[in-house]
């Protein structure tokens, strides 16, 4: 078998077998194909697609690259959330120690930033000392301890597709539904869970644009997830503009210390409750999700969310003093405010536009090799319905270089729009898809 007819295969439109699919999997996790053919081949598969049964060999072979972590010994049932994608989407941060502070097991295995989104573990490591690359063994000695780890992927879990992960953020080849959903259940069938929540982003900050394939990649997920006997809930939730207020790591995890206090801002809180309270749901805590929501405002207001959040922090190695005292977070050196140029409402963000001018600043990679700048970034202060007086702030920036902040502040000038009328208010949970 050879990779050159794999790739002129998929590039002509044509379907591609299961050995085909192990072959090219195992061949470039184990180095014997190099970047640029898997690069093409990626390319061909965000153009000509994969049908159900490829996506599921894919994902079968990518879950196989690596080891399968059993978790039966820990009591309970372990559920895990994953998000598609989006600008500002910090939730899995507050999230996780929330869930687990109800007694729910969170074995939480993220990723970096990819194409204009932030990442988990970038942002986690903004904590000075936070370990994402935590041992086998410590992983399931923390679940153990405190119901919540998080962690990147190991080099035993998935590694097929931390290697095309990383390729296809420096590729172009990101949105695609096949890729994306091999991408996210391959990991997260390969971490031990028993259910799985998905947030299925869509909007114009989303990799997923039109709702409608959103929903399509959430059935694909969903379809894959109950194959292997998991439970799954996919909610389609809205990104047309960024999450909270906060882009880029350090910042991002400020926002949470806030939304962790029981403060912060509200589309971010409503987002967390809701795919909490499914996961309470799957987690057999609640049998309906609007008690599941009661529990969890709870938890955010008494502090119980908090405290496991710090208990996290340091099973992980890092520095509780900065979760504290965030002062100690990284911080840039520079800050240039955005001024609104006219009176009215905010009509429209262009979210990927935002997310790649926080990305300039230095908090996304452009190449593999890159190494992200983890103070910098953007807090928007205006969001879409907000009215706004010419000289008003719409945003900071945040930034420690000064050759990109011209690039960076004519992006997010021009991502805004605003017009005379206030738009119609958006729903920011669409839909909800079971498997
Ligand atoms: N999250 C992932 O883990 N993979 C993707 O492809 C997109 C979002």
Do not use: W
């Not at 059993?70 to 941060?93: A, M, Y």
């Not at 970096?112 to 399931?140: A, M, Q, V, W, Y």
């Not at 001024?339 to 009215?344: I, V």
Request: charged share 30%; glycine share 10%.
């Amino acid at each position: 078998m050879r990779i050159y007819d794999i790739i002129l295969k998929k590039r002509n439109s044509n379907k591609l077998t299961k050995e085909e699919i192990v072959f090219f999997v195992n061949g470039y996790t184990k180095g014997g194909i190099p970047d640029y053919q898997v690069s093409a081949l990626l390319m061909a598969i965000y153009f000509q697609g994969m049908d159900d049964e490829e996506t599921a060999f894919l994902t079968e072979a990518m879950i196989k690259s690596g080891e399968v972590y059993d978790l039966s010994l820990i009591p309970g049932k372990k559920i895990d959330k994953h998000s598609t994608g989006g600008v500002g989407d910090k939730v899995s941060i507050i999230l996780a120690p929330l869930i687990a502070s109800v007694g729910v097991v969170v074995p939480m295995m993220s990723g970096r930033g990819l194409g204009h989104t932030g990442g988990t573990l970038d942002k986690l490591e903004s904590i000075p000392g936070f370990r994402t690359n935590l041992t086998k063994e410590e992983f399931i000695s923390n679940l153990k301890k405190i119901n919540v780890a998080m962690i990147g992927q190991s080099e035993n879990i998935a590694p097929a597709d931390k290697k095309l992960y990383a390729l296809r953020d420096v590729t172009g080849t990101i949105e695609s539904i096949p890729l994306i959903a091999s991408s996210i259940m391959s990991k997260k069938l390969a971490e031990g869970i028993d259910g799985l929540v998905l947030d299925v982003k869509t909007g114009n900050g989303a990799f997923m644009k039109k709702e409608k394939d959103a929903v399509r990649l959430a059935k694909v997920m969903a379809a894959i997830g109950k194959k292997m006997g998991k439970d799954v809930v996919a909610l389609i939730t809205d990104m047309n503009q960024p999450l909270g207020n906060a882009i880029g790591n350090s910042l991002e995890i400020k926002e949470c210390i806030e939304v962790l206090k029981g403060r912060g801002p509200q589309d971010l809180i409503d987002i967390t409750l809701e795919l909490g309270a499914y996961m309470l749901k799957l987690g057999r805590k609640v049998n309906n999700v609007s008690k599941g929501r009661d529990i969890l405002k709870r938890h955010l207001s008494d502090g119980s969310a908090y405290e496991r959040f710090k208990d996290m922090i340091r099973l992980h190695g890092g520095d509780v003093s900065a979760i504290n005292n965030p002062s100690l977070l990284p911080s840039a050196r520079y800050t240039k405010e955005l001024l609104s140029d006219k009176n009215g409402y905010i009509s429209k963000m262009d979210t990927e536009a935002i997310g790649i001018a926080s990305c300039i600043l230095g908090a996304g990679r452009e190449r593999i090799e890159d190494r992200i700048d983890l103070a910098v970034g953007i807090v928007v202060e205006k969001k879409v319905g907000d009215k706004i007086r010419r000289s008003e702030r719409l945003a900071t920036l945040y930034y420690n270089s000064e050759d990109k902040i011209t690039e960076a502040y004519k992006r997010l000038h021009d991502a805004y729009q605003i017009s005379r009328q206030r738009p119609k208010k958006r729903r920011l949970i669409k839909r909800i898809i079971m498997a």
